[in-house]
């Protein structure tokens, strides 16, 4: 891989990239590490496109957030298993070590952090949309350990979070990580944990978290509703919309209505 920046043409080109490896994230979820041969650097919140073709010509494309950081060896893809998908049912019951991926990319320049761009930093997450902001969150530990960011992370029971080992380990070790973890379908939680939806309350509890400082930048991902929801509860406790960055996939809008108080499960 080189760290010259890729022109645009470049990172829209088509090519293989091996699988080097796959694990296994929760039931669901698992990591595809690709090692495409024409790679440049990224930045960490980017994402790349998957290509399928079938045998008779038909072909699926998605994209997908890149969840390694800029600096690690092979590109990491977690990919979620949707049962009436066309591309994820491929990967979890067919793609394997030694396969090869069509991709391209990296695409995306708003819904990005560079170390430049300093802290603190809030990072707001439900379900999958966890991964690029993980991205984010293992590049500052390398090139801006000093850098204070807060993870909110949504999801819907505890073996469903993706990462979950190593935020909670970033969690206790890292003195500039805080992890903020709620769980939306849990019915008895491990002490300490959280259940419910991410809500006004919540939010106020977590910006408390930045000692009175607001956060320079704020990452949103995840649902379209959740997305939505979060930002608004952001926006009404005080944080300038031209510092949060949303990326968003699938679903409905939400209802915004001034009744609403719990965002979307996700």
């Known amino acids: 891989m080189t760290d010259t920046p890729p022109s645009t043409s470049e990172r829209l080109v088509w090519q293989e990239a091996p699988v080097v490896s796959v ?11 690709l090692k495409p041969p024409n790679w440049h650097s990224f930045v960490a919140g980017q994402h ?4 399928l073709t079938a045998p008779d010509g038909y072909q699926a494309q998605r994209s997908y957030s890149i969840g390694s950081s800029p600096d690690a060896e092979a590109v990491e893809l977690v990919i979620e298993k949707l049962d009436d998908g066309e591309v994820s049912p491929f990967f979890h019951d067919v793609v394997q070590a030694g396969d090869t991926i069509e991709m391209r990319g990296p695409i995306g320049g708003h819904f990005n952090w560079r ?23 293992r590049h500052r530990a390398v090139a801006a ?3 204070k960011m807060v993870l909110v992370y949504s999801a819907r029971r505890f073996d469903e979070v993706i990462f979950r080992d190593e935020l909670m380990r970033r969690g206790k070790e890292d003195p500039n990580f805080s992890l903020a973890l709620t769980l939306t379908r849990e019915k008895a939680p491990m002490p300490g944990q959280r259940t419910g939806r ?12 930045f000692g009175g400082e607001q956060p320079k ?6 649902a379209t509703a959740f997305v939505e ?13 031209a510092s949060i960055r949303t990326e968003r996939y699938g679903g409905s809008p939400a209802d915004l209505s001034p009744a609403t108080t719990l965002a979307p499960e996700v």
Do not use: H, N, W, Y
Not at 115 to 137: A, F, K
Not at 229 to 241: H, I, K, S
């Open 48 to 51: 790349v496109d998957v290509r």
């Open 115 to 137: 170390p430049e761009d300093r802290g603190p930093i809030l990072l707001v997450g439900g379900g999958s949309g966890v991964v690029p902001l993980v991205s984010m969150l």
């Open 229 to 241: 929801v979060a930002t608004m509860f952001l926006v009404e406790a005080g944080l300038p919309f």
């Open 198 to 209: 991410i809500d006004r309350a919540f939010i106020a509890e977590i910006l408390a978290r």
């Open 145 to 147: 350990p000093d850098v």
């Open 217 to 222: 930048l704020t990452f949103v991902c995840g």
């Open 23 to 33: 694990a296994l994230q929760t039931p669901m979820v698992k990591s595809f590490f």
